[in-house]
């Protein structure tokens, strides 16, 4: 079956650090790759999305390309703000099944400290 | 506009008791999906509806759950005989389509928990 798996958290930051997540996943056919972000006390919010390889998904200063070669779709950013804690969730749609079912990786989660 | 809305947000009920979650979607999505964050499984895909109809009930863990979807729009996720272990966070999400590149919009969550 599909299968995403990402880094182990908590990862904690200094205040403008790089930060990369590492997210790798196992599916059939194409999938589209998704970043989910999820801050205290709040909802699950898309962070960004590539629907086909190569493809870059970008926000807020965060980036992933989607790496059909390495199954992979790592998040990165280049300067992270203490308003960037939170839990952050890769995720995979298209793969077994229903086409547009999510199917989530554990979590990180980070925190930054001034 | 109005985002995905969830009630409760939050639910207490006795091992045994029978309890209904509601979502209402964002007006005009056709498709509506229930997953569960739990501290040991992770977020878990439970039901996928397009309409009214559910093609794909495959996540639902055993035959207490069930979920309905009425008028295109409210749904509602009842669990009979509660136990402990269906203890977790009830999220709902909608979106316009379906299909892998939509984008699934997701309610703040039901907390649910089994004494």
């Known amino acids: 079956g599909d299968s995403v798996t990402q880094m182990e958290g908590p990862v904690t930051l200094s205040e403008e650090a790089f930060l990369t997540i590492n997210c790798t996943y196992t599916a059939t056919g194409y999938p589209s790759l998704f970043w989910y972000v999820q801050y205290p006390g709040e909802g699950l919010q898309l962070l960004l999305k590539a629907t086909k390889a190569d493809d870059k998904g970008s926000n807020k200063g965060f980036e992933a390309t989607y790496r059909k070669e390495t199954t992979s779709f790592h998040l990165e950013k280049g300067s992270v703000q203490v308003s960037d804690s939170a839990v952050y969730f890769c995720?995979?749609?298209?793969?077994?099944?229903?086409?547009?079912?999510?199917?989530f990786g554990t979590g990180t989660r980070l925190q930054v400290t001034l | 506009g109005a985002g995905v809305s969830q009630s409760p947000s939050n639910k207490v009920t006795e091992k045994g008791k029978d309890v209904e979650l509601r979502c209402d979607p964002i007006?005009?999505?056709?498709?509506l999906y229930w997953y569960r964050q739990s501290l040991g499984q992770g977020l878990e895909f439970l039901i996928y509806?397009?309409?009214?109809?559910?093609?794909?009930k495959s996540g639902l863990p055993s035959d207490r759950f069930s979920a309905e979807r009425t008028g295109g729009s409210v749904s509602t996720l009842t669990i009979q005989r509660t136990q402990q272990e269906d203890s977790a966070v009830y999220l709902c999400a909608s979106s316009f389509f379906r299909g892998k590149q939509e984008t699934q919009y997701f309610g703040p969550g039901t907390r649910l928990l089994v004494l």
């Open positions: 007006s005009g999505h056709t498709a």
């Open positions: 509806f397009q309409g009214n109809s559910a093609p794909d």
């Open positions: 995720a995979l749609s298209g793969g077994t099944g229903t086409a547009s079912k999510l199917t």
